[in-house]
């Protein structure tokens, strides 16, 4: 068999073997950076992976970023720019942007999904117990998606800082006052006009109203699961 032969079966074989890798990967036809498409606009997802950022535009600046199980609206695209598929994603609370749905290749791995359905859970049918009167729960603060749980809420509750520094904003995710480092200690007080000591704030971090004394008083951020810092950290604690 002539060499010219030879080498044409072999380009061949190899296309073959391509073409079925990508098919393999459901890649998108439009968009081949990113696999096929499983969100449309009005449908409700969350973050699959470790992280998903936020940004301004398709492939613009990060403005945020989203840690795993943080759900959303999709609320317009899809928009294919630099080859991968953003959809515009609004989380709640003012929070909205761009975050790209899929990646085929990427520092982190191949064929990921950053952003899935929320898996639909059919409810099992069971027995219907005899009903037994129970104390009504304690009011908590309910979960924020980058915090861990919170700890501090209750006024006349006294705590300290658990890092190097933390920052006393006039809102929660408002601007910054001051930055008080450790190991200053406070005491949770009461809001002016009212409301809880402890709130979620519109990006996504439990917010606590301390008072450091001498007039120096504000909202903290309590903890952060995801930070340029490190995970799963608690900025501030009840005092030991």
């Not at 945020?64 to 630099?82: E, H, K, L, N, R």
């Not at 999904?113 to 009011?139: D, M």
């Not at 920052?167 to 406070?186: D, H, K, N």
């Amino acid at each position: 068999m002539k060499k010219s032969v030879v080498l044409l079966i072999v380009l061949l074989l190899s296309l073959g073997v391509v073409a079925g890798l990508v098919q393999a990967q459901t890649v998108d036809p439009t968009c081949t950076g990113s696999l096929v498409s499983r969100l449309a606009v009005g449908d409700q997802g969350q973050v699959a992976r470790e992280f998903s950022t936020l940004r301004d535009a398709p492939a613009g600046n990060p403005i945020q970023i989203m840690p795993t199980g943080a759900q959303f609206t999709v609320i317009g695209g899809p928009s294919c720019d630099s080859n991968l598929i953003y959809l515009q994603l609004d989380y709640g609370g003012g929070v909205t942007g761009w975050a790209n749905e899929s990646q085929v290749a990427s520092v982190w791995g191949t064929n990921l999904y950053w952003l899935e359905p929320i898996p639909v859970v059919t409810p099992t049918p069971t027995a219907t117990p005899t009903a037994t009167p129970t104390p009504p729960p304690t009011p908590t603060l309910p979960p924020c998606s980058g915090s861990l749980a919170n700890q501090l809420n209750t006024v006349g509750q006294t705590g300290e800082i658990n890092r190097v520094f933390s920052t006393l904003r006039s809102e929660p995710a408002g601007p910054a006052i001051e930055v008080v480092y450790s190991p200053a200690t406070f005491t949770v007080a009461a809001p002016p006009g009212g409301g809880p000591s402890a709130v979620c704030g519109a990006d996504g971090l439990t917010y606590v109203y301390i008072d450091y004394g001498g007039g120096m008083e504000g909202w903290a951020s309590e903890s952060q699961v995801i930070s340029i810092y490190g995970r799963d950290l608690y900025w501030l604690v009840p005092s030991s």
